[in-house]
């Protein structure tokens, strides 16, 4: 649903996706216009332009896309303004501030005053937050112990290895994920007999071919060499690192996201109070194939058999039917004595939360709980998508899986 924070968010994106574009014609420009002489390092690096490409066309597909979906949602609840569609919390009556719970009833307290409430935001944030700070934690010490004993390997090779005067004979720059590493190829005689190597971390541009230059020189291993004033690790041990340090940075960034999702729903519990609703249905989603609890984009607080489930919900007036996606599953009933005041005998009862509308993580998200636990749920997207759920959970309903 088109909201003034979503515009502006896609505006940015579209801003970013235009200066990363410039950023790397630039980048382009300037390498193929820089004069290269012998030895100079490569002017364009292929993972700034990929990179930066890639970036820019994401944002931007995301961006036109969102924004061509919201004018084609527009557009058919024009036509159909008889057809109430809920795409975001924002078409909910009354938004999270709204329910006092049924016609009749006393005010209650807010969602964070129950007292399972918290407990299961804690375990939720735990089970959530817990794959990306072990992909962040699994990341840094790798890349810890591979600095490590790659100093200890040079810092050993220095100490008992034996300086030899060698032979440039070749050189360049070796790619090595982020950027370029210089190295040279040196010839050395050790016993009479000639042993070419790798020297990695010395520039061509201050040793060019045909230079002269002292290496250390493993005595056990006369082929395994090193630079005099330091040893720098070699290509793929870069790249090694490299790719640790992308790892870590997406485990960094995953946690980041949880955590502010975690706290922004724990800012809405604190704010509005569950809402009594019906649940009316639940089905599998797609062939319903089961998977581990919490194994999907939900917020999985306990009590689902964790497969995508289809959830049909109607409020307490019964004016108001929503679809919506959920990774926990069927939600089972709630205890015998919780009721709902003007419910149809047998029905299930359920509490919901809707996300402040216009939030940028929570506008289209539900928190649907019962006594065995709360899920997560995500409204359709599109008028379609809305068609396709709530299709599905009629055929579920009319033909019951055994």
Excluded: K
Aim: aromatic content about 4%.
């Amino acid at each position: 649903m088109r909201t003034a924070a979503t515009d502006r968010i896609r505006v940015g994106a579209l801003t970013c996706a235009v200066i990363l574009v410039l950023g790397v014609a630039a980048h382009a420009f300037v390498g193929w216009a820089r004069h290269r002489g012998p030895g100079q390092p490569p002017a364009v690096n292929p993972t700034v332009v990929v990179v930066g490409l890639v970036a820019a066309a994401l944002l931007a597909g995301w961006a036109l896309l969102g924004r061509a979906r919201d004018r084609v949602t527009e557009r058919i609840r024009a036509h159909h303004p008889e057809r109430r569609v809920v795409l975001a919390t924002a078409d909910l009556p009354g938004g999270v501030d709204g329910a006092d719970g049924a016609a009749g009833s006393e005010p209650v307290g807010v969602a964070w005053d129950d007292p399972e409430t918290a407990p299961a935001w804690q375990r939720a944030c735990r089970r959530r937050l817990v794959p990306p700070l072990a992909l962040a934690a699994v990341a840094l010490l790798l890349l810890l112990g591979t600095g490590l004993m790659t100093r200890m390997a040079a810092a050993e090779l220095h100490d008992g290895g034996i300086r030899t005067p060698a032979q440039v004979t070749g050189s360049g720059w070796a790619f090595t994920g982020l950027g370029h590493s210089p190295w040279v190829r040196v010839t050395h005689v050790e016993g009479g007999r000639t042993y070419a190597s790798v020297v990695h971390g010395v520039d061509p541009q201050v040793v060019p071919v045909g230079t002269q230059l002292t290496v250390v020189v493993d005595p056990d291993d006369p082929e395994t060499v090193g630079a005099v004033d330091g040893s720098t690790p070699s290509a793929a041990t870069q790249r090694w690192q490299n790719l640790l340090r992308l790892a870590l940075l997406v485990g960094a960034g995953w946690a980041l996201v949880t955590g502010g999702r975690m706290l922004a729903w724990r800012s809405a519990l604190r704010r509005a109070p569950w809402q009594p609703w019906r649940l009316v249905g639940d089905s599998p989603y797609g062939h319903g194939h089961a998977r581990g609890p919490g194994s999907g984009r939900g917020l999985d607080l306990g009590g689902g058999r964790g497969r995508d489930t289809v959830l049909e919900l109607q409020d307490w007036t019964g004016e108001v039917s929503v679809v919506a996606r959920s990774s926990g599953a069927g939600l089972p009933p709630p205890d015998d004595d919780v009721e709902v005041e003007g419910s149809d005998e047998g029905s299930d009862e359920v509490a919901v939360l809707p996300g402040p509308p216009g939030h940028p993580l929570l506008g289209r998200r539900l928190l649907v709980g019962t006594s065995a636990g709360v899920v997560e749920a995500t409204l359709p997207r599109t008028v379609a998508e809305e068609t396709r759920l709530r299709q599905r959970s009629s055929t579920a309903t009319r033909n019951p899986l055994p």
